[in-house]
């Protein structure tokens, strides 16, 4: 695993964009379709608004997985990481190949259905943020670091769901849902190359947790640190608490 630390939230945007675009058309030119795994929340903002503008992408070669999902949340709801996808990556791009968990079925039948369809072949190249409290994907502490499941419901602990309000995504704890559809950490850590991407001052102390303390279901994404093809790009804010030598570059 690589640590990569830039001025601000822009220029970590387009360096790791930078880095998914090159994944994206390696995988393209290789095997004339690219599997990738993208990631939501105000995190992502300046990187998929980067990789979109990356030209030379053929992004009709390229299929799309959906990381993680409320159960019962509408998809006109402001807060549907489908509405957000949607809006803000798969249309823009011109993706046409995705498959986006539906938060209004049976949450297991999702999980075996879109369970079955990633596991169909490798992922390239999967985009991943961190939480407020080091979940992965919806994957909260302690997280479960054994299942096979390719996706799992579960439980959203209340540092996840207070970072939902924070954000502005709903306006008070009553109204954010309790459990999600969540790609479990090991499905994650079977795609070839993850880009993990973590802005701003709020994460700092989780960006401390993960990659200075143990690796540990209490810190969900320092399972990252067990992956050889990991880079993880920070600003100086989301970095501030690091110890010099954790940096890599």
């Not at 996808?85 to 999702?110: W, Y």
């Not at 207070?162 to 999600?180: I, K, L, N, T």
Request: charged share 20%; proline share 5%.
């Amino acid at each position: 695993m690589i640590l990569k630390v830039f001025a601000d939230k822009i220029q970590l945007g387009q360096a790791a964009a930078a880095q998914a675009a090159t994944a994206i058309k390696q995988a393209i030119a290789a095997r004339g379709q690219a599997r990738i795994i993208a990631a939501t929340g105000m995190s992502q903002f300046e990187f998929l608004q980067a990789l979109i503008a990356t030209p030379g992408i053929d992004w009709t070669k390229v299929e799309m997985f959906h990381l993680d999902e409320y159960v019962g949340l509408s998809l006109t709801h402001p807060a549907s990481f489908r509405k957000y996808l949607l809006e803000r990556f798969i249309e823009p791009a011109g993706i046409v190949n995705h498959h986006l968990l539906d938060g209004e079925r049976d949450p297991q039948e999702v999980c075996r259905t879109v369970g079955d369809l990633i596991a169909a072949a490798p992922i390239d190249v999967a985009f991943v943020g961190i939480g407020e409290n080091g979940h992965l994907a919806f994957n909260d502490p302690p997280a479960d670091f054994e299942t096979d499941a390719p996706y799992i419901v579960v439980n959203l602990d209340e540092a996840c769901r207070r970072q939902q309000v924070g954000e502005g995504w709903f306006a008070g704890m009553d109204d954010v849902p309790q459990q999600a559809i969540s790609m479990s950490v090991k499905q994650i850590l079977k795609a070839q190359e993850i880009i993990c991407i973590v802005p701003d001052t709020r994460k700092a102390e989780a960006v401390r947790n993960c990659f200075e303390r143990e690796i540990s279901p209490l810190y969900p994404a320092s399972i990252l640190r067990t992956h050889d093809n990991t880079v993880v790009y920070l600003d100086q804010a989301s970095a501030a608490l690091l110890k010099a030598e954790t940096i890599t570059n």
